[in-house]
């Protein structure tokens, strides 16, 4: 794809476990489109937040990138030396971190924290670093007058709309937003995911969004990445993903959500088990031991992660099935649940 | 045996805060956690307490299992001032009314096994020691965990969330009591395992008839749970009724905003501004007169003098001057 901002290819991310690589991400690829709001989901463990600190190349000690690559505005992120992604970082790509809310030190005022990324990393002086400060605080809707508080006179919902704007505070070209609302009460995240909506339409931004909630990536999300075990298993337009996934791990996702506008409340069906240990990862598909529709096809050969119809991209053996197990996979009994 | 099991009147919760400088800076000495909350719940009722963080729906579940007293008012459980029970009473009351916790990675003793957490509460209320082993195989089994002998000997951090919070509300029902209350139970839990958690709490609590409390911000959570709602803003109740009426139709401006800003896995939803902005105000200094005036789009000089008191409408109770059918 020729308008992609970033493009990830094959990317696979290694911890060293006791001697032993484990591969947290493995093989991974998703494109995010200029412009546009990507979310990445799945359970903990999946490695989307791996994935999502690679991009800044800021991840634990005893991982690595060990494959792959990330094509960023021209650039291999997964090639480039340390000084030329540090120089990058906040510039063009910045993070925020998973709660947010606690990444701000709270013996520093507010000021002195986004005025030390304009200075260190924009170049500003101190003054047009105020100036700035106060700009980005009434972009993302704090009052001005807020800027000399220290992080704990602020709310949990004040707390992240600081680190958004600090995110903002170099006019990166991409954001990745980790879990930016999973603390939050449903008024301010809702106003949370408004105001990075607004935001990101206004300063044509593309944002990656990793969460575990679909109906945030529902309500925020152009295209969706649904990861499973450290492998991306669908890739989309939301709307199409929501309303015809091709994979069996999506179409149970989408089951144990309750919906506030549905005419009743119906039963919640859990998908049974859990992930498999990455140390030891299955042969064949990740998700085939807990799939209800897996064959033994599905055990024994690995599925690749193929486009299957225009821009909707699936790792199942059996998605040209896809709508008659959709069918099936709306019934509690599919899953194992008794009626 | 009384057909009412939980009756609040006028109950109140007014935390101490500050020390003698504070008092003569004239700064606020109390916050009110409960302010004046009025309720029954019948045997067998279930109602969801929602409402967003500091609004007082945890301070008053930890209210009826007696881990906080309150302050004024009453607060009975099955006839009793709770507050009054001691000795041998109270002891009965603790077997009788228990609390599932938000957290299950706080809730446990890492350093115990699961056994060891499971049998604490049989020994505090006296159970024989014989009858252990069967009353903990069987509560494992209650919660859904199969096999429950392979779980005995294995410690919280070899279990994952979802099975340590089964776990949890395992220990909350080994003593058998009438009455449990369920503080976001779900929350810190993956999404894919939450639909398994939630059904275990409806599926125990139908078949042992439980009385139960579901404490949770989340509309569409409580929906699934409990056929009735109270909503709470800053210690006191806004809305009261069956859960169903106040999603479709939602009568006080506070209860309108929780509905509107509950997102759906559905790409077809309003993305409409919310009627409400901000957050909660500090609870130290709260609004006179309605406490969620400052927020309320409705408010009018009155909101500010008077309080509104909670009014009958249709299936309703609700506390707002302008509310209507």
Redesign the interface.
Known sequence: MTDALLSIRDLSIAYDVAGRDVLAVSHAGFDVPQGSIVGLVG??GCGKTTMARALTRVIADNARIAGGQMHFDGQDLAQLSESRMNAMRWRDIAFIPQSAMNSLDPVYRVEYQIAEVLRDRGGYGRKDARRRAEELFEMVGIDAGRLRDFPHQF????RQRAAIALALALEPKLVVADEPVTAL???????I??QL?SLQQELGLSVIMVT?????V??TCDRTVVMYAGKVVEDCD??TL??EPLHPYTM???????????AG?G??????G?PPDLVNPPSGCRFAARCPFATDHCRAVEPPLMEDQPGHNVACHRAHEAAELRARAAEPETWG?SA | MSETMIELQEARLHYKIGNAVSAMMGLPSTVKAVDGVSFTLKRGESVGLLG??GCGKTSLGRVLVRLEEITEGSARFDGEEIKELKGADLQRFRGRSQMIFQNPFDAVNPRYAIRRTLEEPLANAGIPRAEWRDRVIGALELVGLGDPERFLDRFPHQL??GQLQRVVMARALILEPDFVVADEPVSML???????V??VFRDVRDRLGLTAIYIS?????V??VCERTIVMYLGRIMEDGPTEDI?RDPLHPYSQ???????????A?S?D??P??G?APDPRNPPSGCVFRDRCPRAEARCAEEIPQPRQIGSRLVACHFAAT
């Open positions: 359970e903990s709310s949990g919902g004040m009460d449903v008024i301010i995240q809702r106003q995911l408004d909506r575990h909630d679909i109906s945030v529902a309500y939301t709307a929501l309303n149970g996702l989408k089951n144990a959500f309750p919906d506030l506008r549905s409340t039963v919640l069906t859990p998908i049974a859990s649940m | 967003e963080s994952s969330g993956d999404v894919s395992v939450r639909a398994g939630l059904n911000h989340d509309l569409a959570l929906r699934y999603v905003a929780l509905v509107a800003a509950v997102p759906t896995p559905n790409v939803q993305h501004p919310l409400i902005g957050g």
